[in-house]
């Protein structure tokens, strides 16, 4: 059995914890969201040179949809809109996603792809997985520059990967996707 290979990801930002605010849920989504408003609203990160922009359609609270999307997931696997819920875990790592961007076609330990996304042609989105941390960013391209690159990344969604399985299954599509690093 080969032993796991482990990465130096000190460009990762501490976490933010609950505790910090002395469980004052409101006062720590208002913290995450001014985090989250610094690294992509007021400043944009860049994958590849194009710029990765919030989905500024409002999703609650006068915060942008993007935000709600990296800290919430599907209750009971439902799949729509209104059956999401915070996830403490996705919300005290609000701070990662753009250093996962930028870090994301340049540093061992983080797989960038592209793949076909389920049920919508030929559409793709990016995945930027963080191996060691089971933690993954998703980018939607919009639009197209002179090169035929996407013009612009909108962050889509944040989800870790809790169980071995999970974790299996997203190494088989990094294998199967589009490499970008």
Not at 121 to 133: I, N
């Amino acid at each position: 059995m080969t032993e796991a290979v482990s990465y130096n990801l000190v460009w990762l930002p501490d976490l933010i914890m609950l505790k910090d605010y002395n469980g004052d849920w409101d006062a720590y989504l208002d913290a995450a969201y001014a985090y989250f408003a610094a690294d992509f609203i007021t400043d944009k990160p860049k994958l590849l040179e194009h710029e990765v922009k919030s989905k500024r359609q409002i999703a609650y609270n006068g915060q942008d949809h993007s935000f709600w999307h990296c800290i919430e997931e599907s209750a009971g696997g439902a799949k729509d809109e209104e059956n999401r819920i915070p996830k403490i875990a996705l919300v005290e790592r609000i701070r990662w996603p753009r250093p996962v961007i930028e870090h994301a076609v340049n540093t061992p330990g983080v797989l960038a792809w592209s793949e076909i996304y389920r049920g919508h042609g030929t559409k793709k989105r990016v995945h930027l997985f963080v191996e060691d941390e089971d933690y993954c960013v998703v980018l939607d391209p919009r639009g197209k520059d002179c090169n035929g690159q996407p013009a612009y990344y909108y962050l889509w969604t944040t989800f870790l990967c809790e169980t071995d399985r999970q974790h299996d299954k997203l190494l088989k599509r990094y294998a199967r996707g589009e490499k970008m690093n």
